[in-house]
């Protein structure tokens, strides 16, 4: 049996190339690529995922050879999965079901308090998979992109993290914990922000002056989670309440910008579709669906996917 054979154990630096591997053959199988090994191109998740957090990573193991791995990413009370990956020829043998194990251990050790991940709408099997711990579908989740004008303007001013005097940061890394808290008690990405200044995989919009009215983390160009030629908001939130939608626009602007100041030609955004306002507010800027899903929840709460939650995020 397979199963006795295979070893879950803690991802290690040297495991990265070969786990990328099996991410890329994997779902450019499933997506029926005629070359699934060029899935996602020159981007990469695993190397700057393991290094934001090395006790979240893990991989499969038969023979000595990487088969599958699984990531949590933990944003303070609220974490998602993925990507949970399997190399084809080993798919329907349970090795995506033993990564998910310490997954769910992680988040059950953490006590965090919403769970979340990123799956096929039209994969029953990946459904089935997820739901045996605990997540249930809830609404659809929509990866959208733009072509970056290079002329884009801003309504509100706005500077990057990395533009920042380095004394500045701690205290703007308190006012966005302030901001996402309003929006999920306990909901804190700074860990994120600071993982994308200390890997160089791009950098951190902040808008309006002293304290963000919002922010959005954003992944830029090759060896990034965006690729050449794209700017990626992994994280936006403007400040809820009253103006909100007007705060949303001016983050998006922002973003455009920043993303046509670094070359970028696409700016590429998630939401869910129980997010009303942030869903208009991307379609009236001009991004259309790039790939659709749907997000589960472990348990089964709205969290921060409802109207009201001015929040831009990928699961993936």
């Not at 929509?142 to 500045?168: F, I, R």
């Amino acid at each position: 049996m397979i199963d006795a054979a295979v070893r879950i154990r803690a991802m290690l630096a040297q495991d990265v190339v070969a786990a990328d591997r099996v991410l890329r053959v994997a779902f450019g199988t499933h997506m029926g690529l005629a070359e699934p090994a060029e899935f996602m191109g020159d981007a990469a998740y695993f190397a700057s995922r393991r290094a934001a957090d090395p006790d979240a990573a893990f991989v499969a193991e038969f023979h000595d050879q990487v088969i599958g791995s699984s990531f949590l990413t933990r944003w303070g009370s609220f974490a998602f999965v993925g990507p949970v990956t399997v190399a084809p020829e080993y798919w329907g043998l349970g090795v995506a079901s033993r990564l998910m194990e310490p997954v769910v251990a992680l988040i059950d050790h953490w006590q965090i308090t919403q769970a979340g991940l990123f799956t096929f709408a039209d994969s029953a099997k990946h459904q089935a998979l997820y739901a045996k711990f605990g997540f249930r579908p809830r609404r659809g989740i929509q990866v959208m992109e733009k072509t970056v004008c290079t002329d884009a303007c801003c309504d509100l001013p706005w500077v990057t993290w990395g533009e920042m005097p380095t004394d500045a940061r701690e205290d703007t890394l308190l006012e966005c914990r302030r901001l996402t808290d309003r929006i999920y008690p306990g909901l804190d990405v700074t860990r994120e922000v600071e993982s994308i200044g200390a890997q160089y995989l791009g950098d951190t919009v902040l808008l309006g002056n002293g304290e963000p009215d919002g922010f959005a983390a954003c992944h830029l160009g090759p060896g990034s989670e965006a690729g050449s030629g794209h700017c990626y908001i992994k994280f936006g939130a403007a400040s809820p309440g009253r103006g909100g939608r007007e705060r949303l626009r001016a983050l998006l602007q922002a973003c455009e910008q920043f993303a046509a100041r670094s070359g970028a030609t696409y700016l590429t955004a998630g939401v869910s579709d129980a997010r009303t306002e942030v869903r208009d507010a991307l379609d009236a800027a001009g991004f259309n669906v790039a790939l659709a899903g749907i997000g589960m929840h472990r348990p089964d709460l709205a969290a921060f996917c409802e109207p009201g939650a001015f929040v831009i995020d990928d699961w993936r």
